[in-house]
């Protein structure tokens, strides 16, 4: 089989003798902003914010003292009562509190539209942002304003400079430490009626976890991600997410293996948790109309019937008549956990699972000849979900009635992921051309805090995406693989006659490329195709490459263009800020 062709487009991207570059440039602490227009204000509030995120020292002491997490619900106590709260403060936010490893941000999302539709006004603490920090704290669905933002940031961000102790080796908390904290005081000056608080990782150790008494809890699907913090197996990971047990506090979780959900049985049991394991969703539909789910994709089932279950649980604790009437109840195994109850869910909760909207996630854009498919999978079990998700949505697309398709694939993956088995996962997709770049929008991004990064140097990411690109060679070369979507007249026509020799029968191999920011990406995607996305014209020569000139023409000429953004929330967040920016206002 031919070599899948890789090729790097910097220009100008890697710094002159190997000098290491930043990806943003730091600035000095602002001091309480005054007399500046408002978005000013608020860029610099989140350049400070973002000043948290080197925070060494602190990072090393979490590392250090991870083991026991009292230890660190402890620290996050302090902050709490340094920032003028306590932790029983927080008991009249009627919290709805979620973990899992995938699809814990839907389910969030679900939740908190079902509860809205109740007319209830909703608190919302999701991570990580896609195009603004402020998307992470939420009132009745839409990210709060720059403004209330800027006010809520600068009163805490005083009030723990106020009060801290010369004599500890960390004066101020971490970048996420920050916005939990901020996230509880704006639902509690806004005064919603609930609030639905997404873990940022695990459960345990967590500092949304200094929670007493939320009102219901809710676990999505385990799988392995974040192994240096969590754990390697997929014991260790569920005995972190159970964390978020409290006794008496009902909970609910979706069908899991057979260890991890023994091992979340076990933790419940021991501080006297109710959990529940939530039937299929289709129990819930019998008898009914279909349900119709506002976010795309199969496995959104699974997250649509674990939110109706917390919702469900929510309103009856607190008193609601209308939670959906009971179907006949199914009958335990013994030994196993207690089903939770089949209803009919109510109209509203129907309103509110139709009207589920959650960005970056099975989202589709679907713009002229391009359609974008967007989906921030970062784990082995989440990628399968999407590819099941992209292969399903290209089979019920429209063929056009001449011309040639051409499939992209933008990735990008970070940390201690394992971006040679998401590649893998990724190849019966059979794409035309492989891009892979840094989840950085632009290469002169320091007017837009939100997209700031001060954890990794610009040489750091771009030898990762070379990394990647290497690794999906080698996927080609070791491995041939049928095309379920090509017919022979696409193949003669379309992208594969640029490989340098002929393939076997039934086989596809794919040009790789590598560009130093998303936007240049994009530009070389669209061709200037994309209606809404009309760059400045790039440097003269970026783009100047063979691959690169032949692959232009193919997308100047083809008829429908596909591409899949995968790999990162981050990069998908990017992504979503250059071809709406209506989104970074």
Wanted: charged residues 20%; hydrophobic residues 35%.
């Amino acid at each position: 089989m031919s070599r899948a062709r890789c090729h790097a487009l910097f220009l100008a991207a890697v710094s002159p003798r190997g000098a290491t570059t930043r990806v943003a440039v730091r600035r000095g602490l602002s001091a309480w902003p005054v007399l500046q227009e408002p978005d000013m204000e608020y860029q610099d509030a989140v350049r400070t914010l973002n000043t948290l995120q080197t925070n060494a020292n602190y990072l090393e002491m979490v590392k250090r003292k991870r083991g026991d997490p009292q230890t660190q619900l402890e620290a996050m106590k302090l902050y709490l009562a340094r920032s003028g709260l306590q932790v029983e403060d927080l008991d009249q936010l009627n919290i709805i509190h979620i973990t899992g490893t995938k699809g814990k941000g839907s389910t969030c999302a679900f939740t908190e539209r079902i509860l809205r539709s109740y007319g209830l006004k909703t608190g919302f603490f999701s991570s990580p942002h896609l195009v603004q920090v402020r998307e992470r704290i939420r009132i009745n669905g839409q990210p709060i304003s720059s403004e209330l933002f800027t006010k809520h940031f600068w009163r805490l961000y005083h009030r723990l400079e106020e009060t801290k102790d010369d004599s500890s080796c960390v004066s101020m908390p971490g970048y996420f430490r920050f916005l939990t904290l901020m996230a509880f005081h704006v639902f509690l000056q806004e005064k919603v009626d609930l609030a639905v608080l997404e873990v940022g990782i695990g459960g345990a150790y967590d500092c949304t976890n200094i929670i007493r008494k939320p009102v219901v809890c809710g676990i999505t699907s385990l799988g392995i991600d974040h192994t240096g913090l969590l754990g390697d197996t997929m014991e260790k990971i569920a005995w972190q997410k159970g964390g978020i047990f409290k006794s008496g506090v009902p909970a609910f979780t979706v069908l899991q293996p057979d260890e991890p959900l023994a091992v979340l049985r076990d933790r419940a049991q021991q501080i006297s948790c109710p959990l529940y394991l939530c039937p299929p969703l289709q129990a819930l539909e019998e008898g009914g109309p279909p349900l119709t789910l506002g976010l795309e994709g199969e496995h959104q089932r699974s997250n649509a019937a674990l939110a109706l279950q917390v919702a469900r649980c929510w309103l009856q604790q607190k008193g609601y008549q209308d939670a959906g009437e009971l179907k006949a109840s199914r009958p335990s195994l013994p030994g196993q956990l207690p089903l939770a109850p089949v209803f009919q869910p109510t109209p509203r909760m129907q309103q509110g699972l139709r009207h589920t909207e959650w960005p970056g996630r099975t989202q589709l854009l679907r713009r002229g000849p391009l359609t974008w498919y967007l989906d921030g999978a970062h784990t082995t079990s989440s990628m399968q979900a999407c590819v099941r998700w992209f292969r399903q949505a290209l089979h019920r697309c429209e063929r056009p009635d001449s011309g040639s398709e051409v499939r992209v694939l933008l990735f990008n993956s970070t940390g201690d992921r394992d971006s040679a088995a998401l590649l893998k996962l990724l190849q019966p997709c059979q794409f035309d051309y492989a891009i892979f770049c840094p989840n950085l929008a632009e290469m002169a991004s320091t007017d837009n805090a939100d997209q700031q990064n001060f954890t990794v140097t610009l040489d750091q990411v771009l030898l990762r995406c070379l990394a990647h690109q290497q690794h999906w060679s080698r996927l080609h070369e070791e491995q041939v693989s049928p095309d379920p979507w090509s017919t022979p007249s696409q193949e003669q026509d379309g992208p594969a006659s640029l490989l340098l020799a002929p393939h076997p029968p039934h086989t596809h191999s794919a040009s790789s490329l590598v560009f130093s920011c998303i936007s240049h990406a994009l530009q070389w995607i669209t061709q200037g195709r994309d209606p809404l996305f009309q760059p400045p014209s790039p440097p003269r020569g970026l783009l100047a490459h063979p691959v690169a000139d032949s692959g232009a023409m193919v997308l100047q000429e083809a008829a429908a263009i596909h591409v899949l953004v995968t790999g990162s929330l981050h990069l998908v967040g990017g992504v979503l800020k250059l071809l709406e920016p209506s989104l970074s206002q």
